[in-house]
């Protein structure tokens, strides 16, 4: 939904996705590719979504940040569940230093990054193995290191996985996504074949907001996100086409822009962004039509829930539901823009969303098709229920830790990565 002044709204039924993309894309470089054209308000557009499951209550009860109002109906605390879910959870995995993100292999072991820069395959039962040799050096410095690990659609027959990491560069530091091979042989893995496919540009000498996600698409492309580096003088890059800060990015398994991206044959926009105008997106899933979402770090107040559109501004730093952490205004305070995109939803107080699956197993019958994030802030996971692209209620599930990626088991059972120098991995299973 875009954000749009009040005095528009008599009028915004009249504007359409794809206008406001064609309106926003600057002189000489190509228009956005778009969806199907969809009015801005439509029937019951503005009506609350409801479920006979939900209850009454928000799932969030403390007090918020801001005094902003959401534009929409349950665009923030909306009801949890009349019915809480009962978890039973237990340590699978313990040992592992800052976790960053995990990835199941194919026979159920786990492969597990660490932020100082190692890679780990953890056994079934639990038990890390060693640092897998072949990952380049990471800058692990502040919110730095190595990052997120996704395995390549045909990992299975190609042994191909990707990883993003803080890279360390001249004057500086970026994400940048690797490929590799993963080879085991006489039980000992490694890293072969080694090949940094695409470097978030420019270069900035700081240790924040570098993202990041990988999430593949069902057409084998694949989605990267990363962060607008959070000081003031690069945020507003998150506004400029010809920087890759601040964006999220689809990519080819070579780091080539596809053909069909939205600023393709421009002349000064970076090819390979699919949406920008971000913060700093640390949780990536897919819907189950296949489509994007993210969550990323809004200020103090305002981390987002969105589904990235090819060619759409997401409004940060200019629009944002949060405020500056000694709190003032984040610029002149507006919460909606023409021509920006509002949240799908969005959190005061922040639950700081790292990690983020689609829940498609069978063990929890009240999360199927549920966005499960991990919250780094909230200490604990958030489980969000859409109906279309509008949230029906948020559970929050607590877990007593900075949670930092979350997976959905082959066995319907959910794992979710803690944060810190003594890592674990949590198996969540329907409790009694």
């Known amino acids: 939904m875009k954000r749009i002044p009040h005095s528009l709204l008599a009028t915004a039924a009249f504007l359409s996705l794809g206008a406001a993309v064609h309106a926003q894309a600057p002189a000489g470089q190509a228009p956005a590719a778009v969806e199907p054209r969809q009015p801005r308000i439509e029937g019951d557009a503005f009506a609350a979504p409801t479920s006979s499951a939900t209850g009454n209550s928000p799932a969030e009860t403390e007090a918020p940040n801001t005094n902003y109002k959401p534009l929409l109906p349950n665009q923030t605390r909306a009801p949890k569940p009349e019915t809480a879910t009962k978890v039973k959870t237990e340590v699978v995995a313990k040992g592992l ?3 960053w993100a995990m990835e199941f292999l194919p026979d159920g072991r786990m492969l597990v990054t660490e932020k100082a ?7 079934k039962d639990g038990t890390p193995g060693p640092a897998i040799p072949g990952v380049p050096k990471v800058d692990a410095k502040g ?3 190595l990052l997120d690990v996704a395995l390549s659609p045909s990992f299975p027959s190609d042994r191909r996985i990707y990883l993003s990491y803080a ?3 001249e004057k500086g530091n970026g994400t940048s996504v690797l490929r590799a091979k993963l080879i085991e042989e006489n039980g000992v893995a490694r890293l072969d074949e080694v090949k940094v496919i695409f470097r978030q540009m420019p270069t900035y000498d700081g240790d924040k907001h570098f993202g990041s996600r990988l999430v593949f698409a069902p057409d084998g492309k694949l989605f990267v996100t990363v962060g607008e580096r959070s000081d003031k003088v690069t945020r507003v890059q998150a506004q400029d086409l010809t920087s890759g800060l601040g964006k999220v990015f689809r990519i080819d398994t070579d780091g080539n822009a596809p053909k069909d991206n939205p ?4 002349e000064k926009a970076k090819p390979e962004i699919w949406s920008y105008g971000h913060r700093n997106v640390q ?5 189950p039509q296949g489509r994007l979402w993210t969550a990323e770090h809004g200020p103090r107040g305002g981390d987002e829930l969105n589904r990235p559109r090819p ?4 409004g940060w730093p200019e629009v944002s539901y949060g405020i500056e952490y000694s709190g003032e205004k984040i610029g002149e305070g507006k919460t909606q823009a023409g021509g920006t995109a509002q949240p799908v939803y969005y959190w005061d107080p922040v ?4 990690g983020m699956a689609l829940y498609t197993g069978d063990a929890f019958p009240a999360w199927k098709d549920d966005f499960l994030i991990g919250g780094l802030v909230s200490g604990g996971l958030v489980a969000v229920k859409l109906d279309g692209d509008k949230v029906v209620s948020e559970e929050r599930i607590p877990l007593d830790a900075r949670i930092r990626d979350v997976r959905v088991g082959s066995d319907g059972a959910v794992y979710a990565v803690t944060d810190g120098p003594d890592g674990k991995i949590l198996k969540l299973t329907p409790g009694t």
């Open 143 to 145: 919110q730095g290191g």
């Open 311 to 314: 060619g759409v501004n997401y």
């Open 97 to 99: 230093d800052s976790p």
């Open 283 to 287: 949780a990536a899933a897919l819907d």
């Open 167 to 169: 890279e360390p560069r």
């Open 351 to 354: 639950i700081g969303p790292s």
């Open 117 to 123: 820069g190692k890679l780990r395959i953890v056994a």
């Open 263 to 266: 600023f393709t044959g421009g």
